[in-house]
């Protein structure tokens, strides 16, 4: 078997079989006589190996690193009874370690806290872009190339929190599925991170979009955002192949691929270089939003003070930011575990990237002012119109008046 074709469960095999011949080696050059009789002979119990202990005493060893969720630099233990032979758990009657010092559970419990905030986040701006794609497709009079582009953006951030849900829900509360490690697991692993990398694909397309528009006044807009479409969607599956690519030849495809890897820095470049433009982008918006600010009509610029206009560009820029994923910039400064500011950031982290769909769809759909005027028409529309049945039934009773009034029906009338 070569490793390129092991899974997680054999790795763990092999470490567990290569730490009981280290147990042995261990315990046969032991001098028995430094262990005062009665004693608890060395044994391993599967995951560790522990030393000749005098009856009355407990042994320690460091938890074992291969095993998902323990912590190493926490300590287990077993317990050398008072007649020389160890522990046995009350239960099972079989011989037994305690490994449940090495879960932090507070650790643990916080964790789980932090996949729950994710878990939720994506799971409402799922329905918010799925109900943000329906209305943009509902309404045809919206159609143009600026709602095409954020109707791509949605398409993304959907597949992409639907993904994410799945992999909250499917393979991190199931250590067993981690260890496992099954080509389901890694298929998911791979197609949600490429529909993680369209997310900055597409805000970077809409960054360029905008900009565009700014700067180049004579451009053909749906020329535009066919090019940009195709970039956006096929530029994130180069580096998400480069990434497939080299983490099977390295061999690095251990527990559904959940752990950080080396080759993840393939998809950072991506990153990096979207955010970094969208900033260029950004800046250069704001600038060209203030001088045709500063340019408008004498009287206008009279009334508007600077603190006016500086606070129009701040506010055009937060409405940009959402839409840009500019907040992304912070979040690659994560401080070292145990860090005071590791809670905050952890949170932070998790609000800004679950609820990013939610953000983004009630700002460019659900508080679009072409799409709430399009709501309250076709609101309008259908409150008001007649019913056929009252149509018929009004016409019916105009009828009835008229003949009332014109009095004795004639041949006419009967036909």
Known sequence: MTNST??????????????????EEILNMTIRATVAEPYCPGVFDGWSCWPDTA????????CPEFITGFDPTRKAHKVCTGNGTWFKHPDSQKEWSNYTTCVNVDDLHWRQQINSIYETGYL?????????????????????????LHMNLFTSFA?????????YRLIVPYPDTIMQNGVGCQILHVVLHYFLLTNYSWMLAEGFYLHTLLVSAFISEERLVKYLTVLA???????????T??????????????????YTNVLIVLVCFSMALNLV??????????????????????????SRTLLQAFRATLLLLPLLGLHYLLTPFRPPRDHPWERFYEVTSAITASFQG????????????EVIAQVKRRWQYSSFRPRSNSYTATTVSVRQFVRSTAGPATGEDNV
């Open 6 to 23: 092991m899974n997680d469960t054999d790795v763990v095999q092999v470490i567990i079989d290569q730490k009981r011949l280290e147990c």
């Open 55 to 62: 009856a009355g005493h407990t042994a320690y060893t460091d």
């Open 124 to 148: 409402i701006s799922l329905v918010a872009l799925l109900l943000s794609l329906g209305i943009l497709s509902y309404f045809k009079s919206l159609r143009c190339p600026r709602i095409t």
């Open 159 to 167: 597949a992409n929190n639907a993904l994410w849900v799945m992999w």
């Open 233 to 243: 969607w096929t530029l994130p599956a180069l580096f998400i192949l480069v990434y």
């Open 245 to 262: 690519v080299l983490r099977l030849v390295f061999a690095d495809t251990h527990q559904c691929w959940i752990n950080e890897s080396p």
């Open 281 to 306: 982008f950004l800046c250069n918006i704001v600038r060209v939003l203030l001088i045709k600010l500063r340019a408008g009509p004498s009287h206008l610029a009279a009334s508007n003070r600077p």
């Open 358 to 369: 939610l953000c983004v769809a009630t700002l460019f759909c659900f508080c679009n002012g």
